[in-house]
Nanobody
Framework: QVQLVESGGGLVQPGGSLRLSCKVSGFTFDYYTMGWFRQAPGKAREGVSCLSTRDGGLRYADSVKGRFTISRDNAKNTVYLQMNSLKPEDTAVYYC??????????????????????WGQGTVVTVSS
């Protein structure tokens, strides 16, 4: 059974940085797609970034492009989301999610929560002075 465990959330001042981690366990296939999503209070869940471990393809939402970086450490079975220049509007619960296909479609389908097979429990990021 696939399990995703996130960590790294917290309180940070505007302009600060955080690195979220998503450790994968129980996954026996050769590759997957990892997505990062967030949900702010009173708002719908939105896709932030995704990465394919099959071909290294990656994608970012326009709202975080140039500030967030997704990466992976194969040896640790962990995917990271480095978040820089954080803004109050980045405040949300952040989730990682795994899709067994290993594909990135470069379309709205990448941000379709229904395509992801497993989800982490979420980690809270608060950007405030």
């Amino acid at each position: 059974q696939v399990q995703l465990v996130e960590s790294g959330g917290g309180l940070v001042q505007p302009g600060g940085s955080l690195r979220l981690s998503c450790k994968v366990s129980g996954f026996t296939f050769d590759y997957y797609t990892m997505g990062w999503f967030r949900q702010a209070p009173g708002k719908a869940r939105e896709g932030v970034s995704c990465l394919s471990t099959r071909d290294g393809g990656l994608r970012y939402a326009d709202s975080v492009k140039g500030r967030f970086t997704i990466s992976r450490d194969n040896a640790k079975n962990t995917v990271y989301l480095q978040m820089n220049s954080l803004k109050p509007e980045d405040t949300a619960v952040y989730y990682c999610a795994l899709d067994r296909s290993g594909d990135i479609y470069y379309s709205d389908y990448d941000w379709d929560a229904g395509r992801y097979d497993a989800w982490g429990q979420g980690t809270v990021v608060t950007v405030s002075s």
